[in-house]
């Protein structure tokens, strides 16, 4: 069964610092992959999306996440945090038409 | 963007009555509609997928008769608790898609936390 991995429920950074939010997967087939950020009282947004094409692929407020296929990894990353960075992050794959959610991690930005 | 909101976003009931949660897509009609339930620490699991005017598709595991799920309109799905327990207190999240949208474009709405005592 697909699942997805994210190592990590709590995550803190200094204002300025580098983000790292793992993620990995389990699967032989490299399904379509997802981080979503939720701020608090919102829904869940789509913050960047790995389809099969380029590996290494840039969302909105400056994330990125890069696939490994040889670590079955998509973990998220952001040069440089910000305040309004701290929120819930949730990693997903999609395999036959449903999305499948980790556990999330919250990050945290101290000034 | 796409918006969706859900009501009651926190609610608390007693054992055994039933409990209706609303989620609507304000600016965008939504053709398919998805439950999640959420327990602490844990994942987003999908209850069930709604398409507008047909029934509910549930997933293994999931009561369709204590979870009645309604999509009458492109703007509307209610999820009803029945008779509930306080094994069903939980995080509930909808999220709804589009006529085009991929199955990832889900536009998510701030979720309903029910406590059942």
């Known amino acids: 069964a697909q699942s997805v991995t994210q190592l990590g429920s709590h995550v803190s950074v200094s204002e300025g610092a580098l983000v790292l939010l793992r993620c990995n997967y389990s699967s032989s087939v490299p399904p379509y992959l997802f981080w979503y950020v939720q701020y608090p009282n919102q829904g869940l947004q789509l913050l960047l999306k790995?389809?099969?094409?380029?590996?290494l692929v840039k969302g909105i407020n400056g994330f990125e996440a890069e696939f490994k296929k040889s670590e079955t990894s998509f973990h998220l990353t952001k040069p440089s945090a910000h305040m309004s960075d701290a929120a819930e992050y949730f990693c997903a794959a999609l395999r036959a038409n449903n999305l499948f959610f980790g556990t999330g991690t919250r990050l945290t930005v101290i000034p | 963007g796409a918006v969706v909101s859900q009501h009651p976003s926190w609610v608390i009931c007693k054992s055994g009555t039933s409990v209706k949660i609303e989620c609507r897509s304000l600016?965008?009609?939504?053709?398919?509609m998805f439950w999640y339930r959420q327990f602490p620490k844990q994942s987003l699991m999908l209850m069930a997928t709604?398409?507008?005017?047909?029934?509910?598709?549930?997933e293994q595991g999931v009561e369709k008769d204590k979870f009645l799920i309604n999509h009458a309109s492109l703007t509307l799905s209610t999820l009803t608790v029945t008779s509930a327990h306080p094994e069903d207190s939980s995080f509930y999240i909808c999220?709804?898609?589009?006529?085009?949208?991929?199955?990832?474009?889900?536009?998510f709405g701030p979720g309903t936390r029910l406590t059942v005592t």
């Open positions: 709604s398409n507008e005017g047909s029934k509910a598709t549930y």
């Open positions: 999220s709804a898609r589009g006529t085009s949208g991929e199955i990832y474009e889900q536009y």
């Open positions: 790995y389809t099969s094409a380029a590996t």
């Open positions: 600016d965008f009609q939504a053709t398919t």
